[in-house]
């Protein structure tokens, strides 16, 4: 009997001592807020740079881009009259106004006088005027690359040493640019941009007297300089990111 109750008070024992081990360590107690502890991770928002991160982009909005940098021409004015022999490298200033049709594009006038280093005159100098549509690759980023053609007129003052000024001027076949924007907010940005364009002079004037170049040529002016781009009015077009993936969201 003695026997017995020992293996009984044993068994007792053993069962007490095996239910206390499966119980988890300092339980909480149903009044005690867990806290957790700091995540291993950060949100998808916040992992990213600052060159990826989102920025709201303009829309129905009107556009001015103000530019400059060093331009030059190439190929000949007409035949038998090289670029390099009339004028040499300059800077360029560059203005346009447009309507931003969408965060995507725009179309715009743009105006772009040049100051050369003449070679057969005193003074030479430049002007074009550019009807052009600006295509945006992504617009809601922080860096936005673009693209531009567009078509035009171009004009080249000389200024002799002595008698009147010659002008020649003609079409300015196409224009084509390229550039980033760097998005300081929505309706601001700067960047680098390049370009080139494609020019037929078909008529050289001195004051009172017009004549048509019998054998035109097409040459080329390129442009590499800093270009700001602002918006005003208009709404804007932000993006959200939820749970269930990225969404476009428009904002006055």
Known sequence: MKLALSFVALGVSLTATA???AQPPDTPSSSYQY?????LYLPEAEQRSWEQSHVAAP?????????????????SLQSGVGMPSVATP?????????YRMSPKA?????????????????????????????????PMQRVDPWVEVGTGYRL????????????????????VRAGLDFRAGPNAAIGPMIGADANLFLFQ??????????????????F????????????????SVGSTGTKTVAKQ
């Open 19 to 21: 239910v206390a081990g």
């Open 35 to 39: 806290q957790p502890s700091t995540p």
């Open 156 to 175: 080249l003052w000389e200024d002799p040493v002595a008698g009147p000024n010659l002008l020649t001027h003609g079409f300015q076949l196409g224009r």
């Open 106 to 138: 725009a179309v715009l006038v743009s105006g772009q006088y040049q100051e050369l280093t003449a070679e057969r005159a005193s003074g030479a100098r430049g002007l074009t005027g550019t009807l052009g549509l600006t295509y945006h690759l992504a």
């Open 205 to 222: 004037d001195i004051p009172g007297v017009q004549t048509n170049i019998a054998d035109p040529t097409v040459s080329t002016f390129v």
């Open 90 to 98: 300059g800077i360029g200033v560059d203005v346009g106004v447009g």
């Open 224 to 239: 590499a300089g800093l270009q700001g781009r602002f918006d005003a009015g208009g709404t804007s077009t932000g993006m």
């Open 59 to 75: 829309t129905k909005a009107l556009e001015l881009t103000v530019g400059s940098g060093y331009t030059q021409g190439f190929g």
